[in-house]
């Protein structure tokens, strides 16, 4: 350390002695003129509350009720108008809200009834379907039965027309031709029919003889 | 006696009817024994029939013992002979019948006798019917018997 810094260090040390002085100085005189301002207060308060019964009397306490009562019913007033703007206000977001809620609801709710229509109709649509392809099939079915008892039938009807024809044919050429041979023609075809039968014939004879 | 019967005798009937001829011709033989001297006699006309079989069986028609003989051949052959029934569509000729007569005869039994009927139905051939069977022998049954090929032929036609 040299000179120059000790030098600084002692000013340093003089300077906060000098200013701590100083302080102390000035607070000592500071705290004499308060106690002297306290005891003019006091005299003052002393003569305010002889004195107030003439300052505050009847009327002035009355314009000043009056004038409480204005500034209330102002302020009720300007209160009102807040709470009544408030209230319009509140009402109004309140109906919003309640509107877009509503809305939201009957929108899902809807939704849930444009989901139940058309798995309604999904059902229905399957449900018919399945009736239709039952029904084809029901239908290809009777069909071929009809058809089946329709070729039965007309087989029938053709074997029975067949039938009938023939017997037609045969008892016309019975009754075309009954009149019409001569006994002396069949007679070469008799002996032969008689010459088949020839052993049937003298069987029986035999037997019942 | 195996009797020989013509032709022309083909059913019971004309054995019944021998049987009555013998038997008036047998009466007049009685009734000219005891007839007056001088009457006048008229013997019974016996018929062909009658006659054809006493030839054949060479047999004496002025003998009782013959007729006796041949009366009751008759009436033996009437309850044993073996009867055939045949009917026609039509009435037979008698040269027809006489055919048939001849061929059942000769290759059934020789004392075949005939019934013959009539069924115009037939409308041909003939319907044999023997003590047990029948045998259709008709156009009839022959068609009937043909009606599947008929109908064979009817429903190739109607189907093209």
Known sequence: MNTGGLILIIGSLAAATAAFIWVALRLSSTSSRVIKKDMSDIELDKAAVSDVEHIFNEEFREELRNRGRLHFEKVIGENAMFLQQDLRQTTTQLNDYMKAEITRTLQEEFKKYEQSITDAKQLAIASIEKTITTIDQQREFLQKQLAGQYEEQKDQIIARFEKDMANIINHYVLRAIGNQIDLSDQLDYILAELEANKKAIVDDIRSGT | ?160
Not at chain 2, 32 to 45: D, E, I, N, W
Not at chain 2, 63 to 87: F, K, V, W, Y
Not at chain 2, 104 to 127: D, E, F, K, M, Y
């Open chain 2, 1 to 160: 006696m195996d009797l020989k019967l013509p032709n022309s005798v083909v059913s019971q009937v004309d054995v019944a009817r021998l049987m009555r001829e013998l038997g008036a011709l047998g009466d007049f033989f009685i009734s000219t024994q005891a007839r007056q001297a001088g009457a006048s006699v008229q013997p019974p006309r016996s018929s062909g029939a009658l006659e054809q079989l006493a030839s054949e069986n060479k047999l004496n028609l002025l003998d009782g013992q013959h007729r006796q003989q041949l009366n009751d051949a008759l009436n033996t052959l009437l309850g044993q002979a073996p009867l055939i029934h045949i009917s026609f569509a039509a009435e037979p000729s008698p040269k027809a019948l006489d055919r048939i007569v001849s061929w059942l005869r000769s290759n059934i039994h020789p004392q075949t006798l005939l019934q013959v009927g009539l069924q115009p139905t037939i409308a041909a051939g003939c319907v044999v019917r023997t003590p047990n069977r029948v045998l259709d022998l008709s156009m009839r049954a022959y068609l009937k018997q043909q009606e599947p090929y008929l109908v064979e032929l009817i429903a190739g036609a109607a189907r093209g």
